[in-house]
């Protein structure tokens, strides 16, 4: 499947934190860099996420905001 | 300014496409990977952002998707 | 590519509008029912849609709220 | 009430499932298509929303994504 | 219709910009106080939004964030 | 920190509800007016967020809807 959204980040799985609906995954996309993604445990279980394993970041570009100092 | 957004990756201007009223700010995070944001032509403006110069894309953790091959 | 986002609805696309950078994308997803999408223009070239060929139209759940009359 | 928000398809709760603050929604839009929406447990009561009883799924443009085979 | 945002502001429509498909349309909630919101221009057709007139700011949780100084 | 999203709307912290994952922040921004936005645990703790303490809600143009009664 290829999709609208343009920012497609590789990485890999550093942690799952399974809530009671929604799950927050940490994805490391370079050395110490973090993206942190809340999605529900019902796409972690789907997606059979698990630490270490490889995982794209997908972001909407109209999800983005920039920021300056 | 402190926010509550999960995401804030710093990177560089790569590039500025201002629409009617909707602009496309490319930011590069690390070589060869560029983040598109969508924001406002007014903020392009109120940021002053230029190409070259310093960036960061903010993204809450609830916009953020997370894919696998 | 498999996406954590909980909502993947086929359908045929039915119209395409671009603007300076923003584009508008129409899917069919049933007879009568439309989904509108508001993408970037670059995206629409990326997939090479085009009006009559089939699209998914794809929502993240934290996207989706609910209505009552 | 008319909102902005282009999309809003008429469906029948098929489930409700509540978390500690976030519910998930999920509403039959047609024979076994689902659609999936993540809103606070606080909207789930202020709409007084019953399984088998009719709700719309209700998208904003922006949030919908394009993808192809 | 009911809706599930939780952030439903009520003002007066102060200013509506139509760009090719994305309008900008700004709705003061208090004195002073302006809410931008990005619609597509059709949504501001469809609601016959006209500047001096009244109209809702409609805001989802999920897309609220919080900052501090 | 300067930000793109067009809305950064001064209150003071009304309830904070964590959840297992997913907290919801409530800010008076004029009296008897609430914003509810729905953020991470983390981002609570990180904020170092109080009861009755200053806070923004920020919110990106794109997530704004616009409704008329």
Same mark, same amino acid.
């Not at 934190?17 to 789907?46: C, F, L, R, W, Y």
């Given at each position: 499947?290829?999709?609208?959204?343009?920012?497609?980040?590789?990485?890999?799985? /550093? =942690?799952?934190?399974?809530? !009671?609906?929604?799950?927050?995954?940490?994805?490391?996309?370079? &050395?110490?860099?973090? #993206?942190? /993604? =809340?999605?529900?445990?019902? !796409?972690?279980?789907?997606?059979?996420?698990?630490?270490?394993? &490889?995982?794209?970041? #997908?972001?909407? =570009?109209?999800?983005?905001?920039?920021?300056?100092?």
């Amino acid at each position: 499947m290829k999709i609208s959204a343009r920012n497609i980040i590789k990485g890999t799985v /550093a =942690a799952i934190e399974k809530g !009671a609906t929604t799950a927050h995954v940490k994805i490391e996309i370079m &050395p110490g860099q973090i #993206v942190t /993604a =809340a999605v529900t445990n019902e !796409a972690v279980d789907s997606l059979k996420l698990v630490v270490g394993g &490889p995982a794209y970041a #997908v972001i909407k =570009a109209s999800d983005v905001m920039v920021a300056v100092d």
